[in-house]
Antibody, heavy 124, light 110 residues
């Protein structure tokens, strides 16, 4: 069974840092690009970051560029999101999501599956 | 303000048909595939439609997708109470170099 399990969320003060992890199983992790998507309480979905299978291509949403860093360890089947200089508006459930088709171009791909999410709360 | 525009809410009676629109531009929907996601209350999003109009395995054929120009639509026929959820459209945006989502549409089955 394909599975994604996020961890590392919690309460952090404004200006602080947090590192999220996403453990993948049930598929060849090194063949797939991965994404982070977040959802603020009561709000819609917002894409955060993309990383290709070999880490050669990385994209960030403007809202997190320069503060967040996406990375992966294919040997450990794990995806990470290092979040620095956290702000109240970064409070959200963070989901990791795999691309749907490892052979399709990233622009015409999709997110499937999604993890269950991990909550990050930025507050003093 | 979301890059893709969806109606905030739609409602319809059981067994009826409803459509949810998603409007974008030439840099996203007009040039790339559209995907739809369903988010049941308290759950993670789930893929509903991919590549404009394709149904993932296991998804009911009561769901269908279409695209024309810079707009896309999700149609749900034979509405059931379990279809009550938030629905999101998404597409890659060539100008922003990232994925963009619609603001989401809350479906209420009356």
């Amino acid at each position: 069974e394909v599975q994604l399990v996020e961890s590392g969320g919690g309460l952090v003060q404004p200006g602080g840092s947090l590192r999220l992890s996403c453990a993948a199983s049930g598929f060849t992790f090194s063949s797939y690009s991965m994404n982070w998507v977040r959802q603020a309480p009561g709000k819609g979905l917002e894409w955060v970051s993309y990383i290709s299978s070999s880490s050669s291509t990385i994209y960030y949403a403007d809202s997190v560029k320069g503060r967040f860093t996406i990375s992966r360890d294919n040997a450990k089947n794990s995806l990470y999101l290092q979040m620095n200089s956290l702000r109240a508006e970064d409070t959200a459930v963070y989901y990791c999501a795999r691309e749907g088709d490892s052979g399709a171009e990233y622009r015409n791909n999709w997110f499937d599956p999604w993890g269950q999410g991990t909550l990050v709360t930025v507050s003093s | 303000q979301s890059v893709l525009t969806q109606p905030p809410s739609v409602s319809e009676a059981p067994r009826q048909r409803v459509t949810i629109s998603c409007s974008g531009s030439s840099s996203n929907i007009g040039n790339n595939a559209v995907n739809w996601y369903q988010q049941l209350p308290g759950k993670a999003p789930k893929l509903l439609i991919y590549y404009d109009d394709l149904l993932p395995s296991g998804v009911s054929d009561r769901f269908s997708g279409s695209k024309s120009g810079t707009s896309a639509s999700l149609a749900i026929s034979g509405l059931q109470s379990e279809d009550e959820a938030d629905y999101y459209c998404a597409a890659w945006d060539d100008r922003l170099n990232g994925w963009v989502f619609g603001g989401g549409t809350k479906l209420t089955v009356l």
